[in-house]
């Protein structure tokens, strides 16, 4: 199963694009910890927090990290930004 198909937004399917918010690490790093959002939900979010940045995408994956992982923490990872 597709992890879009996977996670759900509150206000029901995604649809495209697909937004993430995060720090300028996982900005780098490409792979955000928050769940992906509508872009409009986003741009609400960001306009509190100006310092997150806004990534849109077509598509993610969900990593689950194994035992050897340096970050301990499920994340979602980008994988065709727009």
């Known amino acids: 199963m597709r992890a879009r198909a996977r996670v759900r937004a509150l206000r029901g399917s995604l649809g ?3 937004v993430f918010l995060g720090d300028a690490e996982e900005d780098a790093r490409n ?17 509190d927090e100006p310092d997150l ?3 849109r995408t077509g598509g993610f994956e969900f990593v689950r990290p194994g035992g050897d992982d340096p970050d301990p923490e499920p ?3 980008p994988n065709s930004r727009l």
């Open 16 to 18: 495209r694009p697909i």
């Open 31 to 47: 792979a955000f910890h928050r769940p992906p959002l509508h872009a409009t939900c986003a741009a609400t979010l960001r306009a």
């Open 53 to 55: 940045v806004l990534v």
């Open 75 to 77: 994340r979602f990872v």
